[in-house]
């Protein structure tokens, strides 16, 4: 188990920033991830007190703190009404209440985990990662840049009018998913996050996908099989490449006859 011999608290973003160049220091999130590691931390950035713990709607946009839990994202009454229930469906499988409860938004995202829920589900909304220096970036270009001495501020999921759904499946309950999709649907766009592969999410966006409500289950099939084509998929103690490939087609179907009718694959 990981140990902190001190952690410093600071007054505002720019002191924890400034803190976080000396590599002898980590941010804090929640401390659910970084505690099943066996490191020596000499000094832990604490960012509690500085009011990142909330989540802020308006008409555009949510804006959700860094230090906000999991469960806080999962149970927002504006996030759940605008989505559906999607990001609820793609958090309620990590572990439990409790640990959710812990594991912040800002750990999730910063940490670009392969098997995150948490990645693939915002991968496929309007969401941008801001960061204290580096400004504000869209998920899809974060979850690729390398992991730097910046502060993840907040995450900001965009009101654009998607209609999204979330799919995944474990070997066991409270297991890291051994394959995650999450689709999405604004007019004529179809966009695809899918994560877990082992690798970490990735998303695609078709703007000629062809589909539409009623689209037929032929149509859904084929557009699903193109979009899992987009991904690589491999192997390790939970599933073989061969298997995730064939449920992300599976789940992809899924979600995309949920959103856009069609009998039940
Ligand atoms: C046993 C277990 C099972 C899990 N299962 C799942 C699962 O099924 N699905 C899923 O999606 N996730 C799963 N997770 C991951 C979990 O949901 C969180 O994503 C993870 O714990 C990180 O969140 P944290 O708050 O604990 O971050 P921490 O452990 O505190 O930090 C993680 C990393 O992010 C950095 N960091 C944190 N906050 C910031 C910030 N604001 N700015 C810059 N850097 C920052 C830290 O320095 C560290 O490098 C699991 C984790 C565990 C331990």
Redesign the pocket.
Known sequence: MASIEKVVRPCSLEEAYVL?QERSR???????????GNRNIAEA?D?SGLG?DTIEESGEEFRIG??C??RSLELHEGIDKEFGGFVRD??H???GVQ??N??????????R?G??????CLMALDTYAE?YKGGIVPLKEFAQMK?DT????RVIIKKDGRKASYQSQ?NTR????VI?AAVAVKGDTVYVAVG?RPSKAGLVESTDSGLGQGSTNEEISKFSDWARDQFTYGSDMRAGGDYRKHLASVYIRRGLTELLGGEKA
Not at 26 to 36: E, P, Q
Not at 174 to 177: A, Q
């Open positions: 976080n980590v941010v804090l999130g929640g401390f659910m991830w970084m505690k099943m950035i960012l990142l860094s230090m839990s999991l793609a958090l499988h990590i572990v640990f959710r812990g594991a912040t938004v800002g750990g999730s995202v910063y940490g985990f098997f995150s829920d948490v990645l693939t960061l992991p910046d502060i993840l501020v474990r409270t297991d890291f998913p995650a877990a």
